[in-house]
């Protein structure tokens, strides 16, 4: 539990941090530390330079913008859960940070870090696809916008260069809509062993629009579209039929806690009762 | 502590016993102000790392040492051909045929679980003994890897050592009664093949050894955080060849131990070794991950279970052939645990004929030992699993069922068949008390009604008995007494030196208690001092529920003899009989009360020693090293309220009531704390905990992220209450609870959990109750009991099956 021998800086502002980050092959950026640290620990993983990003300002933030809400990618989980704004306005994102990890985590880890990290069972890639977010990232080359559904590559793998930092994720506002994060949780690591996004609109009785977005399931997160497909036009009875649908395509994943085909059993039965959620929301 | 700051002679409260006081230990333990091993540094101190290896079963070709040697700040890198001197690891038991490999401290030639140690790294500091770790190069040719235990008995298979030419390394079998004619003459036999997996003790402070050797002195000082420092002292003088004189084991504050620091480790050889052969100073710290590998495991049995009964749900016998996994190698008490769970089978049940059959088995795993129970739990799972089951069988309300077999308060002792004399209980009050406390006929109404509308509720009862204090002599390897020595300072302050050893259970707090009443004094005024073999006569330590029925009893023992020293004095100083003096109140009175002389004229008298009766000796010390006549044997009915959401075979626990019965109760507080402790553990192996192996033999589960230790939120709010029944066996009347939650627990909740599932046909499930298991069964009974449906078809046949069920349950329901 002792990690490899590594150098630490700390810069106080991006330019700053992004220069060092270019410096080194094998730099890597902490932000909130709760993967990165452990896997150290474990010499999983043994950069030669740790970039800091905690110590620069304005990097913490959720604040409107026109038809969007913009926050900063070293804003908690804690405050992403709690923040009004996001609730009122675009409560996805704060109903899926209530579900992360535990108390202690919540106010450590941040949404940046965990997207960036894109751990195949984390909380948040289900919902940024849900919202079609949009990434913010820096590198001394300047700014770039990636489409959530464009940002994620495989098992901890994303669209991101080693030079880049994810500074800023934007999701749209969500009125009207009923939104729900439904999530099983592994009783040990606390990540998502199924974890399901999900934005609904209703006209009349029936389903205008469906988006919903999965994690755990596969390698990676992945908008569900056969049942987002199977719902349009419907009334709400058809939620159970068009849940079998929440594997489809995809390889699923499985382990000594949840086999491929329970795992695939749980994203239906989960898909179902966040359909139903989001239904029964009256936002 | 509440009453403390207060004048011993003001002390009006004569009875400290029986009062919830909070812990002495509390306070330092919660600022995080008081030191652990790993706390610890000297002058001069180097870091040892261990290299492990990455392979279950393989021989060692060649270890090169020279580039981490060659590391800066390295100081030296020990293999095994330089330790073969040191040990070997011991292992306490002695029975006939039991085969017994050498265990060296340092993997040598082969390795045979992972994680087995096969080099030692000393260097000035942590983070150079762990790069040193990465640069010895070892190479290992792989062998077939043994883990699963039926087949390490067949034809076909490699063995973990070779020399035995088996992987069988004991066999022992417990009987009594006529087994075969019961089986014959039953209405009914229920059997069931039942697997209690390996789990990981989890000590919230893992392992750590601290070892100074003083060359000049020939003095080894070593601090470790085990729960046995004398026994630990003088393994630890045959494992480095020094006169037990010159070592000396202190344990700082222990973080918990459930068992596992009950042992002697290669890591207590290799490190006052490394500090005799470097002069310096060594301290070694067990990380988590190895202590996932490299600390003993517990349970790990395979059980086929039989019951025979009459209808009437009599029990006619029972019966039992177990495969228990002992790992690779011995620790010290690995044979001894199956022998305690062939102990207990009779349970709190009249049976007049048991046999139960014991296999121990090698695999290429860690060691099991003792872990929270040590057999209790094994055994009590086994008899309380198959109740349920025969039960059902018979269509007898469990409850009934139990209350059928139970023995009257009026038959105690009560002999069991195979030889165990308990020697005091009321089964069937505290299981009265329990039925009503949970609301047990409610619960069965709503499980009924539940049923109308999909809904799973289980109900699950447990009635169990355990054995502690452990143990009159000649049942354990190295004896089962304690030390107790009381001195009274000059000052009138007490000390207590006991040979106990806790580390966790508040014996500070219940010790000083109990001294208190004895003396008359406050209970702040009593230091109770341990785990120092310096300073504290020999002991035993702290396991096996004994801490208090024996340790405590020898310092109850000490007591009576100073106090019997103190009366002559007093007698004396006040011109009456000895037997006249009473001690109370921070007085020392003469019968009539008109003569009295204060605890403090007493005990400075004694020092100064102006004016003593013929004979008297100087000062207030007396030791009693207390040989305990037999064990005690604590009782008591846990209820379990549950729910399983049979599409995801998730289980919410709604409710959980223990009534225990631990004999008398010296604090409440510290009992009611010891049983939610067990409680949490013992559902932890119900419902989540399971250590892994592959079949290559790595570990699966070996971290916290894949190991799931429960947490707060997992439990409901635990209603507890007890019964009373003082045990004979010790003037003081009790009995010991630092295990019952932890044996009571998980049949209770395995028991819920098939009881909420039987209308759907569901009989038995293994632990971990995970949820894919618990919907696994759910969906295999539904499917005429096959293996579960292929995946392509299960989800809608599933659905299908689950509605079939939830409608035709109430009819099948008996």
Not at chain 2, 539 to 555: D, E, H, M
Not at chain 2, 699 to 721: C, Q, R
């Amino acid at each position: 539990m002792i990690p490899a021998n590594f150098d630490y800086e700390s810069p106080r502002t991006l330019s700053e941090a992004l220069d060092l980050l270019a410096s080194r092959e094998d730099a890597k950026v902490l932000a909130g530390g709760h993967s990165l640290l452990p896997a150290m620990k474990l010499r999983l993983a043994q950069p030669s330079m740790l970039v800091d990003i905690g110590r620069i300002g304005g990097l913490a933030y959720i604040r409107e913008s026109g038809d969007q809400i913009l926050i900063g990618a070293m804003t908690t989980h804690g405050e992403v859960a709690a923040s009004k704004l996001l609730l009122r306005s675009s409560p996805l994102l704060a109903q899926t940070a209530t579900e992360i990890g535990d108390t202690q985590v919540r106010n450590r880890g941040t949404i940046g870090g965990s997207l960036a990290q894109a751990h195949p069972s984390a909380d948040y890639p289900a919902a940024v696809l849900a919202l079609d977010a949009e990434l913010v990232v820096h590198s001394r080359k300047g700014e770039r916008v990636i489409p959530a559904t464009k940002f994620f590559t495989g098992m901890f793998s994303t669209q991101l260069h080693n030079d880049e930092i994810l500074t800023e994720i934007r999701v749209p506002r969500t009125p009207g809509e009923g939104t729900a994060y439904k999530k099983f949780h592994h009783p040990a690591s606390g990540y998502a062993v199924v974890g399901i996004a999900v934005r609904l609109k209703m006209s009349g009785g029936k389903i205008d629009n469906a988006v919903v977005g999965i994690t755990g399931v596969s390698e990676i997160a992945y908008r569900a579209t056969k049942v987002e497909n199977a719902l349009r036009g419907k009334p709400t009875t058809a939620f159970a039929d068009a849940a079998t649908h929440a594997a489809d395509g995809v390889e699923v994943l499985g382990d000594y806690f949840a086999s491929t085909e329970y795992r695939q059993h749980l994203a239906e039965v989960m898909t179902r009762r966040a359909l139903a959620q989001a239904a029964g929301g009256k936002r | 502590m509440a009453k403390n700051g207060k004048a011993s002679s003001n002390s009006k409260a004569a009875h400290w016993v029986g009062k919830k006081l909070k812990r002495k230990e509390d306070p330092r333990l919660i600022q995080g102000i008081s030191h652990y091993t790993d706390d610890l540094k000297m002058a001069g101190m180097v870091y040892c790392v261990l290299v492990r290896s990455p392979h279950a079963h393989a021989e060692i070709k060649a270890i090169r040492t020279d580039a981490a040697r060659a590391l800066p700040g390295v100081v030296a890198v020990f293999t095994g051909e330089d330790t073969s001197a040191v040990g070997p690891v011991p292992c306490a038991m002695q029975m006939p045929d039991l085969k017994v490999p050498r265990h060296p401290v340092l993997g040598t030639g082969r390795v045979r679980y992972l994680g087995e140690p096969v080099a030692a790294i000393v260097a000035e500091d942590i983070y150079t003994a762990s790069d040193a770790a990465e640069l010895v190069e070892v190479d290992y040719e792989p062998l077939p890897v043994v883990t699963d235990m039926e087949k390490a008995l067949s034809s076909d298979t490699a063995y973990v050592h070779d020399q035995f030419k088996s992987n069988q390394a004991f066999t022992h079998t417990l009987k009594g009664g006529d087994i075969e004619t019961a089986f014959k003459k039953a209405d009914k036999v229920v059997s069931q093949r039942m697997i209690n997996q390996r789990l990981a003790p989890i000590a919230m402070e893992p392992r750590a050894v601290l070892a100074e050797y003083l060359p000049g002195e020939n003095r080894l000082t070593v601090w470790s955080s085990t729960q046995i420092p004398h026994l630990l002292k003088t393994q630890i003088s045959v494992m480095v060849g020094l006169p037990e004189t010159a070592v000396r084991v202190i344990t700082p504050e222990v973080g918990g131990g459930f068992g596992s620091k009950l042992n002697v480790y290669g890591e207590e050889g290799i490190v006052p070794w490394l500090s005799m052969k470097l002069s310096r100073p060594v301290k070694w710290n067990e990380g988590r991950r190895e202590n996932f590998l490299a600390t003993i495991h517990g349970r790990d049995t395979i059980n086929d279970v039989e019951l025979a009964l009459k209808k009437d749900g009599t029990i006619l016998g029972l019966r039992a052939r177990i495969l228990a996994d002992l790992g690779a190698y011995h620790q010290l008490l690995t044979p001894l645990i199956p022998q305690l769970t062939a102990l207990m089978h009779a349970g709190c049940y009249k049976i007049p004929a048991i046999r139960i059959d014991i296999v121990g088995v090698f695999t290429n795993k860690m060691s099991t030992d003792a872990y929270r129970g040590a057999g209790r739990p094994e055994a009590t799972y086994n008899v309380e699993r198959i109740m349920d089951i025969g039960a059902h069988e018979l269509g007898m309300d469990p409850v009934a069922f139990r209350q059928k077999n139970l023995p009257q308060p009026k038959e105690f002792p009560f002999t069991t068949i195979t030889g165990l004399t308990y020697d005091s209980a009321k089964y069937q009050e505290a299981l009265n008390k329990a039925l009503k406390l949970a609301g047990y006929d409610a619960l069965r109404k709503r499980q009924k009604a539940g049923l109308k509308n999909g809904k799973y509720y289980g109900v699950g009862v447990s009635t169990y008995v355990e054995i502690c204090a452990i143990g009159p002599s000649a049942a354990t390897p190295a004896g089962g007494w304690e030390s107790g020595t009381v001195r009274i300072e000059p000052t009138g302050k007490v000390t207590l030196l006991t040979g106990a050893s806790p580390h966790g259970q508040g014996e500070e707090t219940t010790f000083a208690q109990l001294i208190a009443d004895e003396l008359g004094i406050d209970p702040g005024d009593v230091n109770v001092i341990h785990g120092d073999t310096l300073a504290v006569p020999y002991g035993i330590g702290t396991f096996g529920s004994r801490g208090t029925a024996v340790g405590g009893t020898a310092a109850f023992m000490a007591t009576q003899k100073l106090k019997a020293k103190m009366s002559a004095l007093a007698a004396h100083l006040l011109g009456c009989k000895a037997a006249d003096i009473t001690i109370g109140r921070g007085r020392l009175s003469a019968k009539g009360g008109k003569k009295s002389i204060s605890f403090g004229e007493l005990v400075m008298a004694a020092y100064t020693a102006h004016s003593i009766p013929a004979g008297f000796e100087p000062g207030l010390e007396a030791t009693h090293f207390f040989e305990p006549p037999n064990f005690t044997f604590p009782f008591g009915t846990h209820i379990a309220s549950v729910e399983v959401d049979a599409e995801t075979g998730e289980v919410k626990i709604d409710k959980y009531v223990g009534v225990d019965d631990c004999g008398n109760v010296i604090n409440p507080l510290i009992v009611d704390g010891q049983i939610h402790g067990g409680i949490a553990q013992g559902m932890g192996q119900a419902m989540w905990e399971e250590l892994i192996y592959n079949e290559d033999g790595q570990l699966i589960t070996g971290s916290f992220m894949d190991y799931v230790i429960p947490k707060a939120h997992f439990f409901p709010e635990f209603t507890l209450d007890r019964t009373v029944t003082p045990s004979p066996v010790n003037p003081m009347g009790v009995k010991g609870v630092g295990e019952a939650g932890t044996i009571a627990s998980t049949p209770c909740m395995v028991n819920a959990v098939c009881d909420a599932l039987s209308s759907l046909g569901v009989r038995h499930i293994d632990m971990p109750l995970k949820p894919e298991r618990v919907w696994k069964a759910i969906t295999s009974a539904q499917s005429g009991g096959m293996e579960p449906l292929p995946p392509e078809l299960s989800s809608r046949a599933k659905r299908n099956s689950s509605e079939k069920a939830s409608k035709s349950s109430t009819r099948r329901r008996p």
